[in-house]
Nanobody
Framework: QVQLVESGGGLVQAGDSLRLSCAAS????????MGWFRQAPGKERAFVAA????????YYEDSVKGRFTISRDNAENTVYLQMNSLKPEDTAAYYC???????????????????WGRGTQVTVSS
């Protein structure tokens, strides 16, 4: 079992930055790819970004490319999502998740993630 806890959300203005963290504990974090997903009010949860265990693969949803950066520190069992130039449409609950799958196509599929955090709220005001 892997436990995931997100942090770093908050209320910011458009154009500001936030860095989300996802701390993993429990069974070994080793080998898991990690993803970030978000769910805006009234919408389904959607893929934001993912990173492979070795960090050689990083994938982004089109609307966040160039603004968000996913990274991880395997020694600290932590994954990060640096979010710059935030927009009101980025407002959502952000969730991190862990999967043993890999590749650009599969890492976008939330059904393939085994473990999920409870989320952290990001609100961007205009």
């Amino acid at each position: 079992q892997v436990q995931l806890v997100e942090s770093g959300g908050g209320l910011v203005q458009a154009g500001d930055s936030l860095r989300l963290s996802c701390a993993a504990s429990g069974r070994t974090f080793s080998g898991y790819a990690m993803g970030w997903f978000r769910q805006a009010p009234g919408k389904e949860r959607a893929f934001v970004a993912a990173i492979t265990w070795s960090e050689n693969g990083k994938y982004y949803e089109d609307s966040v490319k160039g603004r968000f950066t996913i990274s991880r520190d395997n020694a600290e069992n932590t994954v990060y999502l640096q979010m710059n130039s935030l927009k009101p449409e980025d407002t959502a609950a952000y969730y991190c998740a862990a999967t043993q799958y890999g590749g650009s196509f599969l890492l976008r599929k939330q059904d393939l993630y085994s473990y999920w955090g409870r989320g952290t709220q990001v609100t961007v005001s205009s």
